[in-house]
């Protein structure tokens, strides 16, 4: 059961479900760099009616645990939201000693409010350490068994947003993160998503640690605010604290007058909804999709982490459903096309 949940309130006519959608996946819909690991994938159709992918990416030599030391946030294009990609500039890097977003740029999503883009992400520091690319290096290849990590990287992530008045940049970032760890979550604040309410607020959820733990549990939490740069207050019920989760995407459904979310749960990729932004239930179709993924030949791929989910719809519509993979040494970003339904459909 999700905290906070209010059946009465949230009774759903014609519910948004995925069962018999996804479509098999070829090449095209595949992602992939020689050089790096891709990750965070966040579309936007732009007003060139071409699709912009804005992505985490980072090099391989650094090993997979380089996304906390060296990721950078790039920009890809498409002349379709489900592949082929061609990556076309990196957009946001960390910043360099003396800014809250010194080192890395990592899990963006990529929302345009009015007449202006804005471009959410997080980033870490080491406080007024003084260190050196090499002990990053190092950082990056022990993981988070290194005390670099443990003690100042790891704790120092905060959610930000750089802005601008065309997908194409330059970008502007504020110079202070969006929220701090308070109430139903301590520690940090990342896997930032964002939606505009239909009462023109917007809806920001974080995840961070779920406190007075002793295992390692994240939860999810919601923020409010009457502008797309904040500030942002936290609100004191979890979205989700009954389960370890991670990498929320959220949208508001105008046709159903309703926010949807979805999330990784390690095993399967869940949707939840709310009538109010702030009380959040399970949707209709729950698990809408297992940690496995069919090829157009026939093959499945069952990688070893599934993680990052990202819807993109136009209009209402779900198109596709963008996940980063790893399996083996390798990741990257898979892009499932979505059939179009008509009508209601029964969830399993």
């Not at 949940?5 to 098999?24: I, N």
């Not at 105008?254 to 702030?278: E, L, N, P, V």
Request: glycine share 8%; proline share 6%; with cysteine.
């Amino acid at each position: 059961m999700l905290m906070g949940m209010h059946l009465a309130a949230q009774t759903e006519t014609a519910p948004l479900v995925f069962k018999d959608r996804f479509q098999p996946v070829t090449e095209d819909n595949i992602f992939k760099t020689d050089d790096y690991f891709n990750w965070c994938s966040s579309v936007l159709k732009g007003e060139d009616g071409k699709y912009h992918l804005f992505y985490s990416r980072w090099p391989k030599k650094f090993t997979f645990s380089g996304w906390l030391t060296h990721s950078e946030i790039a920009h890809a294009i498409a002349d379709h939201p489900a592949g082929p990609w061609e990556y076309k500039e990196t957009v946001l890097q960390g910043r360099g000693k003396g800014y809250w977003d010194a080192i890395t740029a990592h899990n963006p999503k990529i929302e345009k409010f009015g007449d202006t883009y804005y471009l959410y992400y997080i980033s870490t520091n080491m406080g007024s350490r003084r260190y050196t690319e090499a002990e990053l290096i190092e950082t990056a290849r022990a993981g988070s068994s290194h005390p670099n990590w443990k003690e100042q990287l790891r704790p120092n992530q905060r959610t930000g947003v750089a802005v601008s008045g065309s997908i194409n940049g330059p970008w502007t970032r504020l110079d202070q993160p969006l929220i701090e760890p308070s109430g139903p979550i301590t520690t940090l604040t990342v896997n930032p998503a964002i939606a505009q309410g239909k009462d023109g607020q917007y809806y920001l959820i974080v995840k961070g640690d779920k406190p007075n733990q002793t295992a390692f549990v994240r939860n999810q939490a919601v923020a409010l605010s009457k502008s797309p740069t904040g500030p942002f207050e936290m609100q004191p019920k979890a979205v989700i604290d009954d389960r370890d989760t991670e990498d929320m995407s959220i949208w508001y459904d105008d046709t159903r007058k309703r926010f949807y979310g979805i999330f990784h749960a390690h095993t399967f990729i869940g949707m939840i909804q709310s009538s109010d932004g702030i009380h959040w239930m399970e949707a209709s179709s729950f698990e809408i999709m297992k940690k496995q993924i069919p090829f157009a030949d026939g093959s499945n791929l069952i990688p070893d982490r599934m993680e990052r989910p990202f819807l993109f719809l136009e209009g209402d519509t779900p198109k596709v459903l963008s996940l980063a993979v790893k399996k083996g040494d390798e990741a990257y970003i898979v892009f499932v096309p979505l059939e179009e339904h008509t009508g209601q459909q029964v969830s399993q």
